[in-house]
Every structure is written in C-alpha cells, then in structure tokens.
C-alpha cells in the first residue's frame, strides 16, 4: 500500500481546515452605562443575525464597553489579538469608533461602526478605508431638521449638544444646512452625557428666545436639555437627532418630550410607511424579528442598525471567500474590498450601495421625520 507523504498529507490537512474555517465576528457595544439604551438593542439583535455566511459557519464574540472610550479600543484589541476576528463591528458611540479606528486600521481588519458621526468614514484616508457604517450620516439628518424648520416657519435656532464627536458633528453639520434654509442659529451651547444639571445652559438658550431648540444628544442624556427647559417655561418648538429613537427616550422624557420633531431611519414607524415605501417591507422584517424575539416595545432604531451591519456583511462575505479564507489576511483583505461593492442591499434603515468613496451608501430613502404624539412615534409625511 502507498504511504502518502507527510508533508503533503499535512499540507491537504491544513487546506481542509482552512476551507471549512469558521467565520469570526467581533462586537464591541455599550450594554452598560450613559449609551445603554443603544448599546442593549444592539446587543439583542446580534442574536439575531445570520449563522452561516457563504457557506461558513460564523461565530459572534460580544463584548461590553460600558459606553467608554477605553474599554472599547480595549474590546477592540482583544477581539483581534485573542479572538482572531475577521470583522469588528461597534461600537455604539462616535467617540467609542473613533478611538477605535486605529486599532482596527493598524490590524487592517475592517470594521462596520454602529455610530452615526460621518467624521468615522470621512474624508477617507490610510486608516479610515478599513472602516464602513450603517448610520445615517449627520448631514442626511440634519437637512431633514433643517428643511422641517423651514417649512414650520422657524427662523431662528438654538443648538445644544453633546460636548464631544457627536455634538461637534451635528453642529458642523447643521451649520451647513442651516444656511441652506436660511436659518439663522443664535445660540450654541453644550453638555456632558452624565451631567445631571443644565441650568446655565438652559438660561443661556432662553435669553436667546429661539424660536426652536434642536438638541444634539443621543440616548437618555439627550432628555435633560428638554426637560430643563420645559420647566424655564420655553414654548418653541424643540427637534431631537436620530440618536434618542428608543423607547427608553420616551420613558425618560414623558411628557416633556411631547411635541418633539427629529429625524430617523425608517424602521422606527415601519407599519405607518405607504406601501409603496422602499423600505418598508425590509423595516418591517426586522422590527418582526426584534419583535418576536424581544417583545414589540423593546423595536429601536438601534439595534435595526446592528441588524443592517449583519445584512450588509452578508453581502459581502461570498466574494472574499473568494479571495481567501477566514482566519487569515487575504481574507480580512478581500471582506474590506467586498464591503465597498455592496448593491441593493435593503435593510432597516434603507437601501444599502456602497464604494471606494461612500462607505456608508444610503441615500434620501434612509430618513424619515417623526413626532412624538402620546408617547409615541408618528410619521410626518
């Protein structure tokens, strides 16, 4: 009988392996802390995501960041270096990915961030073309807050957000889109996600007397600014970002947050689109799914973000199989190059096209503005 060689039966051996290799998907999200309420539908809906991509078994580690910025490039390093990840996606806040770019970047592992700020793919360079996104970019919203006010006769606009990427993104943005339509921002203040008190800068925004207040916050923190103006007594109109599209925002604000315009991905008030929204039917499946799995109250915009971040990995994992196999660099590679060839890709939150210049690739299809009514979302036509 004929031996096989042992170089050559290893060398088949190891080939089998790799060509049977699981798929390793590291996530990173705020399930704790100021960014909970983004971070615990995110991590719910992981649960929810394909278990084969291509063919390929895939395996989801999920880690805690407590919504800071250490812990999440600690997160980050730790799903690269010990879990051999081919893919991290996080984490929930801007300031979290961002920190995090490096680390991803310096491991040329791609990356698809569940924060919002577009300062995370924009302008693209070395480090940021290993990073994708499924958030609405800040100026997509910000016309829509813009084009609103606008419309509702307001004129004059004070802008309060958080004191970091996210804040300073929004207002960039909103700046631009606010002397699109002619309006003119008269005060421009900020705070911290765990301040308790916004006093003076409530007092500040009132001597302004606006006649809107757009508050650039995201999760439960971004109620404090309303709050503390509704009890000063101002009656304008107030505009919330697509950062506090949850059920736990509604808790917290209760009725002071009635009356609240902001923009959001469609999925927010999925059964209220027409039936001929392009996005419906796709919204629709995952607030299904959430539903099912997590009860009807619990559906959030963010966890239909982790939801698109698994629709849009999907997409791409048949074509860097390829290229190459999990586990190694050609296949880190190729997922990187693949992400940037999504086409059509329907998701919660739109229709998903991306490339070499938009590693975020929704257009107008992704946004929406809703009302808060009795607690409640309320599409605005």
Do not use: C
Not at 197 to 222: F, N, Y
Not at 324 to 330: D, H, K, V
């Amino acid at each position: 009988m004929k031996l096989l060689n042992p170089v050559a039966l290893a060398t088949a051996l190891l080939a089998s392996l790799l060509a049977h290799a699981d798929i390793n998907v590291g996530v990173t999200v705020s399930a704790t802390g100021p960014a909970a309420s983004l971070g615990i539908p995110e991590k719910n809906t992981m649960a929810l995501l394909p278990k084969t991509m291509g063919g390929q078994k895939v395996n989801y580690i999920v880690l805690d960041d407590a919504s800071d910025t250490t812990a999440a490039v600690s997160n980050a390093k730790k799903l690269i270096a010990e879990s051999k990840v081919d893919v991290v996606i996080g984490s929930s806040t801007t300031p979290n990915s961002l920190a995090m770019i490096d680390a991803v970047s310096e491991a040329q592992t791609p990356m698809i961030t569940l924060a919002a700020s577009a300062a995370l793919i924009e302008p693209q360079d070395a480090k940021k073309r290993w990073v994708f996104k499924t958030p609405q970019n800040d100026i997509m919203m910000s016309l829509a807050v813009a084009e609103h006010m606008a419309n509702h006769g307001v004129k004059t606009v004070a802008f309060i957000g958080f004191s970091d990427a996210y804040g300073e993104g929004w207002y960039k943005e909103f700046v631009k889109a606010a002397e699109l339509k002619k309006l003119q921002i008269i005060s421009n203040e900020r705070f911290s996600r765990t301040d308790t008190s916004v006093t003076g800068q409530a007092l500040k925004i009132m001597a302004a007397k606006p006649d809107a207040v757009l508050i650039a916050g995201s999760g439960t923190p971004a109620a404090l600014p309303q709050k503390t103006l509704k009890e000063r007594g101002f009656t304008g109109k107030f505009y919330q970002t697509h950062g506090v599209a949850n059920a736990d925002f509604l808790r917290v604000g209760g009725k002071d947050v009635e009356g609240t315009f902001l923009p959001a991905g469609p999925v927010l008030v999925a059964d209220q689109l027409p039936a001929d929204h392009p996005v419906r039917k796709s919204a629709l499946a995952y607030v299904s799914a959430y539903a099912g799995a997590y009860g009807q109250a619990n559906v959030s915009t963010f966890g239909g973000h982790a939801w698109d971040a698994g629709l849009v990995l999907n997409a791409a994992v048949p074509g860097a199989l390829k290229k190459g196999q999990p586990g190694t660099p050609a296949f880190r590679a190729a997922l990187r190059d693949e992400l940037e060839k999504v086409k059509e890709v329907a998701g919660a939150h739109g229709v998903f096209n991306t490339s070499a210049a938009d590693h975020l690739g929704l257009d107008q299809r992704g946004r929406v503005m809703v009302k808060i009514e009795n607690g409640a979302w309320k599409f605005q036509p």
